[in-house]
């Protein structure tokens, strides 16, 4: 009967914790916008809507938006701007991989980590400069990234990861 009863309180635990785990990892919109979350907060996975220049919000849904996840604007060529919020602390792998349009980035103050091949054959981006904050720097994370003429790091900069700026033949300062 104990064992019974044991078993029976693990199983209610378990099915009770079910719907709390699906709605922070289910795809969520606001807007144009899609974002998951997870521990109160938002992570943006992509974005619907038709503007060129993009302005990325801070709270999606009543949570702060803390990363960008992976893929989340890959080939999304007709972006030419973003402006990261100071809430974003992790641009995921790949987030701006091919958006051969995007010339410029604002990056956020909160920036601290900027994910493999994140900007990964963004041609037309011409000037970089990474924010104070930054400390990692993924491996391709601006590989074929022709265009950029002028890099800006900074002195808080720990890991810039193999490639990091590969190929980048423009590069003059």
Known sequence: MKKALSILLSLVLVIAALPLAAVESSALTDGDW????????????????????????????????????NNAFKGKTSITGVIIPNSVTTLGASAFDSCSSLASVSFGTGLTAIGEYAFFRCTSLTNVTIPGNVQTIGRNAFDYCSGIT???????LITIGIAAFGSNTGLTR
């Open 34 to 69: 899609e974002y998951t979350v997870s521990n109160n907060e938002a992570t943006v996975t992509g974005y619907t809507g038709s503007l060129t220049d993009i302005a990325i919000p801070s709270t999606l849904g009543g949570y702060s938006v803390t990363a960008i996840g």
């Open 150 to 156: 002028e890099l800006n790091l900074n002195p808080g």
